[in-house]
């Protein structure tokens, strides 16, 4: 069992910059593919970022591209979300979540996202002036 835990949320200006962090204690991350995501008032989850198990693959959703970074510690068990020039409509609740059964990231980004093994409980992200 891995319990995944977020932090760093919160309320930040348009253009302000944020980093998430994911804590995953006593579970090697890095026998693990792991992403970030997102779900907004009355829309579904979707799939910010994923990262292969190897970090060999990384697939980003094209609302975030250039401004969003994911990254992993695996000596800590740690990941990182670091979110650069935010804007009003990133505003959204934020989780971390892991699988190890992962062909491909995009997949796990998208049509897997119902299935993923392990997911954090959130932590909200407000963008607002």
């Known amino acids: 069992q891995v319990q995944l835990a977020e932090s760093g949320g919160g309320l930040v200006q348009p253009g302000g910059s944020l980093r998430l962090s994911c804590a995953a204690p006593g579970s090697p991350l890095d026998y693990y593919s792991i992403g970030w995501f997102r779900q907004a008032p009355g829309k579904e989850r979707e799939g910010v970022v994923c990262?292969?198990?190897?970090?060999?693959?990384?697939w980003y959703a094209d609302s975030v591209k250039g401004r969003f970074t994911i990254s992993r510690d695996n000596a800590k068990n740690m990941m990182y979300l670091q979110m650069n020039d935010l804007k009003p409509e990133d505003t959204a609740v934020y989780y971390c979540a892991a699988d190890i059964f992962v062909k491909n990231v995009r997949d796990m980004c998208n049509i897997h996202i119902p299935n993923l093994d392990y997911w954090g409980q959130g932590t909200q992200v407000t963008v607002s002036s």
């Open positions: 990262l292969s198990r190897r970090s060999d693959s990384t």
